[in-house]
């Protein structure tokens, strides 16, 4: 009934890290390499947690 928001926000962060990765390659290959990890230690954390629950 009433017209919903537009969602542009996945679309402005998406072009502001193109453009911080045109600028700086160096440091957008290090943050997506720590991001990397990050997530790499959270998928090992929850895997721990859900082995500790069926124990």
Not at 18 to 28: C, E, G, R, S
């Amino acid at each position: 009934m009433f017209p919903q928001p537009k969602k542009y926000g996945r679309y402005v962060a998406l072009a502001v890290f193109l453009l911080f990765a045109y600028k700086n390659p160096q440091a957008a290959a290090d943050m997506v390499k720590h991001v990397g990890v990050l997530v790499m230690h959270a998928a090992d954390a929850a895997g721990r947690f859900a082995a500790a629950l069926q124990s």
